[in-house]
């Protein structure tokens, strides 16, 4: 196959479609709202319309576009494999120094300025792709189902031997930042009073080795690397380029993601919001069984609409924030930040759900709309023009020609 030179807008309407479900997980816990103690929510201005919506982001929208992002960043990664092997003997370098810069990028973003990042994790996992570059389609397949259902075997084993950790990482980090005064009680209020920089940096250094040990014992290793696995066996493929032939595919992929994510979502959504109350490894067979195929059918189903209303500018609007997803995916951050951090608004642990999750979508629209004007005039988003003049060792041009 040649290598894909041109733009799919499918492919940057799934990233931005992606972006929006990312920021309405993600502003909860910028907005302290995830930290506070059911007391303290219930303090807050519709504690019980807020239950409601918590059992509605379990159901429609944790983990699934994650999901979608995932396999998108594994569809981009196959991309950049097949142009590094059709560049010859410097191709895998040139692959290998966009990962390294993509990881700089990453732990820039987490240790100065959010905690939750997932740059970090994609960079490292991605270097592990070419691993798989020999492989048949069939152990392509079969490698991504090992990886998405690992996870309920690892947890299987945990609870049944009552091997759960008991700990360690988590009170080294407290002892870390104790030093600063922030506990475990206070942290959320401490962030949202932080008045300086350095606050926010001293949390952030928690922060970070918090997230490490999220990823270990959510097994966020394995199932990234699944979905991966699956965007780089569609990517190798190039389905985005022959959606009209894979029409009868995608309608099965939306039905069957849909039979199957929906039931088992209503389970998964009332596990999540009553603090797991059926044990750890059924928590952990509700999440496989409803968030991989219900961001599958996501996938499948705006598939089968940009098929039949190509014409509609919905695809614009959305491709807009997805060609420069990771500009978007910072921002996101930065307005996180200036909204609910101290150095900031410092509405941080004040407003509750129903108010942060329309300040989420407005941000959202606000990058949208950003986008679609820097698209106009640019050639690359900014973050996106950085990596690439950092990949490349090259200064390049950003404006577009008159």
């Excluded at 966009?98 to 100065?112: A, D, E, F, K």
């Excluded at 990482?169 to 600063?180: E, I, P, T, Y």
């Excluded at 420069?324 to 995916?329: D, V």
């Excluded at 950003?370 to 003049?389: A, T």
Aim: aromatic share 18%; glycine share 10%; net charge positive.
């Amino acid at each position: 196959m040649q290598p894909v030179k041109q733009r799919y807008v499918i492919l940057d309407a799934l990233r931005g479609f992606a972006l929006l479900g990312i920021c309405l997980a993600n502003f909860p816990e910028f907005s302290l709202y995830s930290f506070l103690s059911a007391g303290e929510a219930a303090q807050l201005q519709t504690p019980g319309f807020d239950r409601v919506l918590r059992y509605l982001l379990y159901f429609f929208v944790d983990g699934k576009f994650y999901t979608i992002f995932s396999v998108l960043f594994g569809i981009g990664f196959s991309i950049i494999l097949r142009n590094a092997r059709a560049a010859g003997g410097t191709g895998m370098r040139f692959f290998y120094r966009r990962m390294l810069c993509l990881l700089v990028i990453g732990l820039m973003h987490l240790w100065l300025l959010w905690s939750g990042d997932i740059l970090t994790l994609y960079a490292l996992l991605g270097m592990l792709l070419p691993l798989w570059w020999r492989c048949s389609d069939r152990t392509l397949l079969r490698w991504a189902a090992f990886f998405l259902l690992l996870p309920i075997a690892v947890d299987a084993v945990v609870e049944l031997a009552c091997l759960r950790p008991a700990g360690w990482f988590h009170d080294k980090q407290w002892a870390l930042c104790a030093r600063f005064g922030i506990t475990e009680d206070n942290f959320a209020v401490w962030l949202r009073d932080a008045d300086s920089y350095k606050g926010v940096f001293q949390f952030l250094m928690q922060g970070g080795f918090e997230r490490m040990t999220e990823f270990i014992d959510g097994n966020r290793y394995f199932k990234v690397m699944g979905l991966f696995l699956i965007g780089y066996y569609a990517g190798r493929q190039q389905f985005f380029a022959r959606l009209q032939e894979m029409q009868a595919v995608l309608r099965r992929i939306a039905a069957r993601g849909f039979a199957l994510g929906i039931p088992v979502s209503l389970a998964y959504a009332w596990s999540g919001v009553n603090g797991h109350p059926w044990g750890l490894t059924a928590h952990t067979v509700l999440y496989t069984f409803s968030v991989f195929p219900m961001g599958f059918a996501y996938m499948a189903g705006l598939c089968l609409l940009y098929l039949r209303r190509q014409e509609t500018g919905v695809w614009k609007a959305l491709a807009a924030p997805g060609r420069m997803a990771l500009s978007n995916y910072l921002f996101q951050t930065v307005c996180g930040m200036l909204l609910f951090y101290g150095i900031g608004l410092g509405l941080g642990a004040s407003l509750s759900l129903s108010l942060v999750l329309p300040i989420a979508f407005g941000v959202y629209l606000l990058g949208m709309g950003l986008s679609f004007l820097w698209i106009k005039y640019f050639r690359y988003g900014p973050v996106e023009w950085v990596w690439r003049i950092l990949t490349y060792g090259q200064f390049l041009p950003i404006r577009k020609k008159e």
